[in-house]
Structures are given as structure tokens and as C-alpha cells.
């Protein structure tokens, strides 16, 4: 036994470690701040406070992502990583890492050095995949851009980290990916296959793009690949030594629902501990998964491909973008056992399985995230769509992923009414406003402290600041209840909180009961100024295909006895689609533009 001291520095906290076990590629570290117990440890705080430092069974290991994958080669390599089916193209694991230290080799060879950007900006293509992986093979940092952003948008990214290469398909849907930054790089016609030289992105060097025939100053995906010699490839096995697990990976862009987005930088050791950490809890050795988010998101590069990579699980990418009648496709075809997919992603695969009624007899876990769910879209998951478990999972971007999650043998309460347990080695604590641990049981402001924790916003001291204390605490922003047992629940975001009245209420309970209605497929519920309550609320439902129309009236009645006469919604508004991200999520702040611009011109169905 070998015993000593760590330093993690995405947390700056040092810590007693003992290494427990060693291996060719991973170091397993058991660290421990109050107890050398690796079980389950709660500690109150005062007056009962909610606070929990959860152990697990399982210890962090410090690995990069290029050894993780050198791992799972290694114990897996005859098995499918990936099944692209609109691309219809397949790899093992054996050939994956083949053709990833190919790609690695080759964007060396185009001049980049350990630690610059690479951005992926497409939908879900195998070139995404293999571009991701291939840059932490190399050392660099991959920056995953959404595939709808256009030319201030993804000039802003560029900008933001230096992105130095661009990879990117030539055209998803009507978005044609060189004529946007063409707009914005007028010099990339300038030049004919050598870097770019362009005055307002200086950094910019090279932009690849999936095709066959490169447009002037690009270079095809396949020419890349085809750069390095065998010599260059051999020596990206070597170079995994070199790359400290507490480097930076890969960029996250938040949502940016408010001004511009903020760059989280996430490290190798936060993408593959969260990712086994998912990997384990999910049990998805053997198992293979229907991909329905976007790659580009925390749910798709950790939820998803770490956590798949960690137990050698196959994915599978049914379409470039959510299609759900493609999903069901993709899981008869491939005999899917495992989706994943956000609340609305799931709620549109079960209205297309009402119409088509396919043959699914496979699956046999729901694994759902982004956005909380309600308890009436799980019964529909697990009864229409035939799945024998349902996992709920939180988390946020900040947060490298998922921080609670739903455990095997989760009980019917915990799988409906909570987003599961705590994950392990991580502490968490729910605050007042002054910063005093409320009791369990008791809503506040959810803290996280742990390996999880980004290491900051790219070029952003003083967001990074006000988001992680000089504690190391990071704040949620979310209201949370956390429960002595381990397992919480979401109220809704601090700032979605409506004050009707001098009422505190939370959307997320009215959305739930709402979405009971056996004619309302979806509600989502804001708060909308009003001169004397200062707030009023006001639901957004989209009705089901056999359902007719509703009212506020025929609401209010549906709701007597079961809420509290203040939550029951002022304002009733029907609409055929939510406007989301393509991540998913939903995009509240436009709900509240349509309020305030097509109440008075009466261009919605709206009932008071």
C-alpha cells in the first residue's frame, strides 16, 4: 500500500489519497476528507442541515481520456463502439482507436500544438465522434459547438477560445456550414489548401469539412486522415503519458438564454470519472444505447459516450438530429436496450409510437436528463414505450454531468418523485439566502463540491468567481430538496420562481399536476407581470392529437381540490410547439416574448 498526498487541482484542496489498486493505464485513488470509510458518510451541519459527502463504493482514477480508451480497446475490442445508422458505418473498439491515433496523427502534422482548441461544429456524425476522441488522444481541447448557430454566433465561439481548427460537415438541413463561415472569414477563398490567414479570426488556421470535394480553403475530412504516416500514428501511444489527467478536454458552451454564453472548461479527469461513475450506476456493460441527444451537450459527450466507453456499451445515432420516428426506428433495427433523451425528446417518441406502434420488445432502461421530468411523462415512457426502468438523472454543465441519478431497485416514489441519488465522491449542501444549510427536507439553493467541478469559465475570472466560491462550493442556481437518505429533488430554477402575491411559487409543481390532464401532452408554466400580484402565472400546454380545446375555466375546475387556489394558473395559452435549444431544453424567455408580444393581438389561444 502506498500512501500519499494529491493535489486536485480543480479543486485546490489537498487531500490523503491511497492508491488501492494499480494497472498498465489507471491509477485508482481512494481520497478521503473525513473518514478512510469508502461508504456512504453523512454529516449535519447546523440545526440538522442538508449536507451529505457520499463516498460510493467506487474510488476516482486518474486517467485521461486517450487511456480510458486505451483500457476499453484493450477489454473490449471486439465489440461495436459505434453504429452510425444514417451514415451507415460501424467501428469496434479495436478499430476505433486505430482510426482515432490516425486523426490525432494528422491534426499534430497540421501544426497544432498541446493544448490548443478544436471545434466541432455539426449534428451527430461519426466525424464528431471520432474528432473528439482524436483530440484528447493528441492533447488538445475540443470545443463542441450547436450545429443551428449562425454567423455572429459562431464567430463569438471562434473568438471566445482561439479555436485554431474547425471540423464540420458541409450542410445539415438548410444550414450550410461554409457559406456561415465564409460570411465571417471572407480570406478563406484566398487560399487554396494551406492555413488561413484571416484578419478578423487571426487563430483560425484550418477548417475541415466532411465531404468529398473540399470548397476552396478547406481540406476534406479523408485528407486529414490521410496526413499521417505510421511512424507519426505509432507515436500518439506514447504521448499518453504526457497528458495530465487534470488538463483541460474539451469546452462547453452554456445554453445562452441571456446574453452570451460562458465557456465551462472541463477536464480529462472530470470527463472519465463522471463518466464511469454513470457507467457503473447505469450498468451498461453489454448494453446498447439509442443516442437521441445532440453530441455537441454534456448529455451526449459525457452522459453518453464516456459513460458507454467506461463499460464498453455500443452507441448507436439513429439520425444527425432528433428524429423520433427515426429513434424507434434506430432501436428495432439495432435492438436497442438503453435511450437517452431529454423530457421533450421523449415526450414527441411516444406520441410518434401512439401512431406507428412499432415492435419494440428490447429495451429495457429510459435514461432521462437536461431538464426535470414530470412523473406522468415516466409512466407514459415505461408503458408506451415498453421499458422495464426508467432512470432519472441531474446534473449541469458546470458540473461535468450528472450528480444525482436514479440507482437499480429504486422504488416507485423514488424513481417518480425525486432525480435519484447523489453520485459518488461528491458533497453536496442546500443554503438559505444567507448562505446557512437549511434542513433536510427543506427547499434552498443547491451546492456541489467535488472532482466534478468544472475548472472555470474560459477567460471569465469573475463569472467563475461568482459561480464557485472561494470555498470551492459551486452553486447550482437550482432550488433543490435534499432528502437525510441521499436522493433529491428539484423545485425549479431559482430564477424561474414566481412571487405571486408574496407566494413563493415553483413552476415545476404546477407543470407536473397540469401534465396529468389526460388531453394536455406538455405544459410549462412562467411567471408574467402583473400590477397588483407583481406576478401572475401563466401555462403553456400543447394538447395531444385526440385532444380538443381547453380552457382556463375547464382548467381551474381540474385543479380544484388538487392545488392551492394561488397556483392555479391566470393565464391559459395553447401552443402546437415549445421553442428549445437544440440540446432540448426549453427556452422559458421566449415563452415569456410570446406573452408579452401576441397576448394583445390576440394571435394565441389565450384563456383567462
Same mark, same amino acid.
Given at each position: 500500500m502506498i500512501n500519499k498526498y494529491v493535489h486536485i487541482l480543480n479543486r485546490k484542496i489537498l487531500f490523503r489519497s491511497e492508491v488501492v489498486k494499480l494497472s498498465k493505464n489507471r491509477i485508482y485513488l481512494s481520497c478521503h476528507r473525513f473518514s478512510n470509510s469508502a461508504t456512504a458518510r453523512t454529516i449535519s451541519g447546523e440545526n440538522n442541515g442538508s449536507y451529505i459527502n457520499y463516498l460510493g463504493k467506487n474510488p476516482l482514477v486518474y486517467s485521461s481520456i486517450g487511456q480510458e480508451l486505451e483500457r476499453v480497446a484493450a477489454n473490449y475490442g471486439s465489440t461495436e463502439a459505434i453504429v452510425s445508422c444514417h451514415e451507415s458505418k460501424r467501428h469496434t473498439f479495436r478499430s476505433l482507436i486505430d482510426q482515432v491515433d490516425r486523426l490525432a496523427a494528422s491534426l499534430l502534422k497540421l501544426g497544432l500544438n498541446k493544448g490548443d482548441y478544436i471545434g466541432l461544429w455539426g449534428p451527430n456524425n461519426l466525424h464528431w465522434y471520432l474528432t473528439m476522441l482524436a483530440a484528447s488522444r493528441a492533447g488538445l481541447v475540443s470545443v463542441g459547438i450547436n450545429p443551428a448557430y449562425q454567423g455572429r454566433e459562431i464567430e463569438y465561439c471562434l473568438k471566445k477560445v482561439n479555436i485554431k481548427v474547425l471540423v464540420a460537415p458541409l450542410q445539415y438541413k438548410s444550414q450550410n456550414f461554409y457559406e456561415i463561415l465564409h460570411s465571417i472569414c471572407?480570406?478563406?477563398?484566398?487560399?487554396? +489548401? /494551406?492555413? $488561413?490567414?484571416? #484578419?478578423? &479570426?487571426?487563430? %483560425?488556421?484550418?477548417?475541415?469539412?466532411?465531404?468529398? @470535394?473540399?470548397? +476552396? /480553403?478547406? $481540406?476534406?475530412? #479523408?485528407? &486529414?486522415?490521410? %496526413?499521417?504516416?505510421?511512424?507519426?500514428?505509432?507515436? @500518439?501511444?506514447?504521448?499518453?503519458?504526457?497528458?495530465?489527467?487534470?488538463?483541460?478536454?474539451?469546452?462547453?458552451?452554456?445554453?445562452?438564454?441571456?446574453?452570451?454564453?460562458?465557456?465551462?472548461?472541463?477536464?480529462?479527469?472530470?470527463?472519465?470519472?463522471?463518466?464511469?461513475?454513470?457507467?457503473?450506476?447505469?450498468?451498461?456493460?453489454?448494453?446498447?444505447?439509442?443516442?437521441?441527444?445532440?453530441?455537441?451537450?454534456?448529455?451526449?459527450?459525457?452522459?453518453?459516450?464516456?459513460?458507454?466507453?467506461?463499460?464498453?456499451?455500443?452507441?448507436?445515432?439513429?439520425?444527425?438530429?432528433?428524429?423520433?420516428?427515426?429513434?424507434?426506428?434506430?432501436?428495432?433495427?439495432?435492438?436497442?436496450?438503453?435511450?437517452?433523451?431529454?423530457?421533450?425528446?421523449?415526450?414527441?417518441?411516444?406520441?410518434?409510437?401512439?401512431?406507428?406502434?412499432?415492435?419494440?420488445?428490447?429495451?429495457?432502461?429510459?435514461?432521462?436528463?437536461g431538464a426535470p421530468c414530470s412523473p406522468q411523462l415516466f409512466l407514459n415512457i415505461q408503458n408506451i414505450l415498453k421499458v422495464k426502468e426508467v432512470r432519472n438523472l441531474y446534473g449541469l454543465t458546470e458540473t461535468t454531468a450528472a450528480i444525482f441519478q436514479s440507482r437499480s431497485g429504486d422504488n416507485r416514489d423514488q424513481v417518480l418523485n425525486t432525480v435519484g441519488h447523489i453520485q459518488d465522491n461528491i458533497e453536496a449542501k442546500v443554503i438559505d439566502s444567507e448562505g446557512h444549510t437549511v434542513p433536510f427536507g427543506q427547499p434552498g439553493?443547491?451546492?456541489?463540491?467535488?472532482?466534478?467541478?468544472?475548472?472555470?469559465?474560459?477567460?471569465?475570472?469573475?463569472?467563475?468567481?461568482?459561480?464557485?466560491?472561494?470555498?470551492?462550493?459551486?452553486?447550482?442556481?437550482?432550488?433543490?430538496?435534499?432528502?437525510?437518505?441521499?436522493?433529491?429533488?428539484?423545485?425549479?430554477?431559482?430564477?424561474?420562481?414566481?412571487?405571486?402575491?408574496?407566494?413563493?411559487?415553483?413552476?415545476?409543481?404546477?407543470?407536473?399536476?397540469?401534465?396529468?390532464?389526460?388531453?394536455?401532452?406538455?405544459?410549462?408554466?412562467?411567471?408574467?407581470?402583473?400590477?397588483?400580484?407583481?406576478?401572475?402565472?401563466?401555462?403553456?400546454?400543447?394538447?395531444?392529437?385526440?385532444?380538443?380545446?381547453?380552457?382556463?375555466?375547464?382548467?381551474?375546475e381540474y385543479c380544484k381540490g388538487k392545488l392551492a387556489h394561488f397556483k392555479i394558473p391566470y393565464y391559459l395559452i395553447a401552443v402546437k410547439e415549445f421553442p428549445k435549444t437544440t440540446s432540448g431544453k426549453i427556452q422559458k424567455f421566449k415563452l415569456l416574448q410570446q406573452f408579452e408580444e401576441k397576448f394583445n393581438t390576440k394571435q394565441l389561444n389565450v384563456s383567462k
Open positions: 471572407p480570406e478563406l477563398t484566398a487560399n487554396e +489548401k /494551406g492555413p $488561413i490567414k484571416s #484578419n478578423n &479570426l487571426p487563430h %483560425l488556421q484550418r477548417f475541415i469539412i466532411d465531404t468529398d @470535394i473540399a470548397p +476552396k /480553403g478547406a $481540406i476534406t475530412f #479523408n485528407e &486529414l486522415l490521410d %496526413l499521417s504516416t505510421a511512424e507519426e500514428i505509432a507515436k @500518439i501511444s506514447k504521448l499518453q503519458k504526457f497528458i495530465i489527467p487534470d488538463s483541460p478536454c474539451n469546452v462547453q458552451f452554456t445554453s445562452g438564454t441571456t446574453g452570451h454564453p460562458k465557456a465551462a472548461v472541463l477536464s480529462h479527469f472530470n470527463f472519465v470519472n463522471n463518466g464511469i461513475h454513470i457507467g457503473n450506476r447505469n450498468c451498461l456493460e453489454g448494453e446498447r444505447i439509442c443516442v437521441q441527444v445532440p453530441l455537441f451537450h454534456a448529455f451526449g459527450v459525457v452522459i453518453t459516450i464516456m459513460a458507454a466507453m467506461s463499460k464498453g456499451a455500443t452507441l448507436v445515432l439513429p439520425s444527425p438530429g432528433f428524429d423520433a420516428e427515426e429513434s424507434l426506428k434506430a432501436v428495432v433495427k439495432e435492438r436497442c436496450t438503453v435511450m437517452h433523451g431529454t423530457p421533450t425528446m421523449y415526450v414527441d417518441v411516444i406520441r410518434k409510437q401512439k401512431d406507428c406502434n412499432y415492435a419494440l420488445d428490447t429495451l429495457k432502461m429510459a435514461v432521462t436528463g439553493e443547491l451546492c456541489i463540491r467535488g472532482y466534478c467541478t468544472m475548472l472555470g469559465y474560459h477567460g471569465d475570472i469573475e463569472k467563475t468567481e461568482e459561480t464557485i466560491g472561494a470555498d470551492k462550493w459551486l452553486h447550482t442556481g437550482d432550488q433543490f430538496v435534499l432528502q437525510a437518505d441521499g436522493y433529491g429533488r428539484i423545485v425549479g430554477r431559482l430564477k424561474e420562481m414566481i412571487i405571486r402575491g408574496g407566494e413563493n411559487i415553483f413552476p415545476k409543481e404546477i407543470e407536473d399536476f397540469l401534465n396529468t390532464h389526460s388531453d394536455i401532452l406538455e405544459t410549462h408554466v412562467i411567471g408574467v407581470p402583473d400590477e397588483r400580484m407583481g406576478e401572475e402565472i401563466c401555462a403553456f400546454v400543447r394538447l395531444t392529437d385526440t385532444g380538443g380545446e381547453i380552457t382556463r375555466a375547464m382548467l381551474k
